[in-house]
């Protein structure tokens, strides 16, 4: 009896951790990250140095969490420009997944990060 208990407890463990990591990372930031967002903007300067200050948080984020991989230091306008970039090639993806992507190419990583 006790070793069926404990298949069955490893087995829910198992299905607990999956559906964990299945889920997506939560975003603390902005009511709206979207692209349409980003490029809104381009005229509002204290909401373009909001969205470059929690892009440049971050990268600076990844890089503590990624001590091997670390992101480059990059200029405001290496930032933007790679943002505004990934916004006019991806017009309905949030904001968050350029910087994303920021961080796999600058890391030298090159792939998506995984858990």
Same mark, same amino acid.
């Given at each position: 009896?006790?070793?069926?208990?404990? #298949?069955?407890?490893?087995?829910?463990?198992?299905?607990?951790?999956?559906?964990?990591? $299945? $889920?997506?990372?939560?975003?603390?930031?902005?009511?709206?990250? !979207?692209? &349409?967002?980003?490029? %809104? /903007? +381009?005229?509002?300067?204290?909401?373009?140095?909001? @969205?470059?200050?929690?892009?440049? %948080? @971050?990268?600076? %984020?990844?890089? =503590?969490? /990624?001590? +091997?991989?670390?992101? !480059?230091?990059? /200029?405001?306008?290496?930032?933007?420009? @790679? #943002?505004? &970039?990934?916004?006019?090639?991806?017009? !309905?993806?949030?904001?968050?997944?350029?910087? =994303?992507?920021? /961080?796999?190419? =600058? !890391?030298?990583?090159?792939?998506?990060?995984? &858990?």
């Amino acid at each position: 009896m006790w070793p069926r208990r404990f #298949i069955v407890f490893l087995f829910a463990q198992l299905v607990t951790a999956a559906a964990m990591a $299945a $889920a997506p990372p939560r975003m603390l930031g902005f009511d709206d990250n !979207s692209c &349409r967002a980003w490029v %809104g /903007s +381009k005229d509002e300067p204290e909401q373009r140095r909001e @969205f470059i200050s929690w892009a440049r %948080g @971050f990268l600076s %984020g990844h890089n =503590y969490a /990624s001590q +091997k991989q670390q992101v !480059s230091d990059v /200029s405001r306008s290496t930032l933007e420009m @790679f #943002i505004e &970039r990934f916004c006019r090639d991806n017009p !309905s993806a949030p904001f968050t997944d350029a910087v =994303y992507r920021m /961080s796999d190419q =600058y !890391s030298g990583r090159g792939a998506p990060i995984t &858990r």
